[in-house]
């Protein structure tokens, strides 16, 4: 069974807006990823965040994981029409084993 | 760096045939992992080697799948027979584990067709 959970499942947007994607999960992880995904194509990594952290940036990516809540966000800034794609989650527990959730499809309108 | 390089990108086959997908990791990887992905179900992890050894093959469906990793540098997943219910992308990836942080390296999968 899936361990994340996203939402939304689909959301579309005007370019230059933000995009916010949430993950929930259900139990204890290592550590949290998130992975993009284009048409036709395998997943890319884009950022993690440790157990032990609350808030990450990269760019124009920025994570938080809330551990007590067993919930992530993934927000997007000033979003363009070249983020479109589907976003996942991945949580990593012990033994190196990484679950993905269902995922969130991202339009971004020119 | 070649990346994680599958084979065939492309799939199609008919029902009762035996399917053979193929996956060279980045080298120096020593963990090695297939998942699956369909509309319905999302991506599943099937299985997962680390130095040529299934860790964990809790997600394969049934007796059909069969995954080896004979050496460092491939691995094959196979099904035998196949059924059209196989349909879907299959997706390699390769990992470093330098820490327990290190992410996934994927491949750009092979569409499987079974009609």
């Known amino acids: 069974s899936q361990q994340g959970e996203e939402d939304p499942q689909a959301l579309s947007i005007q370019e230059g807006e933000n995009a916010t994607m949430n993950c929930s999960y259900k139990t204890s992880i290592n550590n949290l990823q998130w992975y993009r995904q284009n048409s036709g194509r395998g997943l890319v990594h884009l950022i993690l965040?440790?157990?032990?952290?609350r808030e990450k940036h990269s760019g124009r990516l920025r994570v938080t994981l809330d551990t007590s809540k067993k919930s992530s966000s993934l927000l997007i800034t000033a979003s363009r029409a070249a983020d479109t794609a589907s976003y996942f989650c991945?949580?990593?527990?012990?033994?190196?084993?990484?679950?993905f959730g269902a995922g969130t499809r991202l339009f971004v309108k020119a | 760096d070649a990346g994680v390089i599958q084979s065939p990108r492309h799939e199609v086959t008919e029902m009762g045939q035996e399917v053979t997908l193929r996956c060279k990791p980045i080298s120096g990887h020593d963990y090695l992992f297939w998942y699956r992905q369909t509309m319905m179900r999302g991506l599943e992890l099937l299985i997962y080697?680390?130095?040529?050894?299934?860790?964990?093959d809790s997600g394969m469906p049934e007796d059909r799948f069969s995954a080896k990793m004979p050496n460092a540098s491939f691995s094959t997943l196979k099904i035998q027979p196949s059924e059209p219910r196989d349909s879907a992308v299959y997706f390699c990836?390769?990992?470093?584990?330098?820490?327990?942080?290190?992410?996934?390296?994927f491949g750009n999968g092979t569409r499987l067709t079974v009609t």
């Open positions: 965040i440790r157990s032990n952290e």
């Open positions: 080697f680390n130095n040529n050894v299934p860790i964990d």
């Open positions: 991945a949580t990593r527990t012990g033994g190196f084993k990484t679950i």
């Open positions: 990836a390769s990992s470093l584990r330098g820490s327990d942080n290190s992410p996934l390296h």
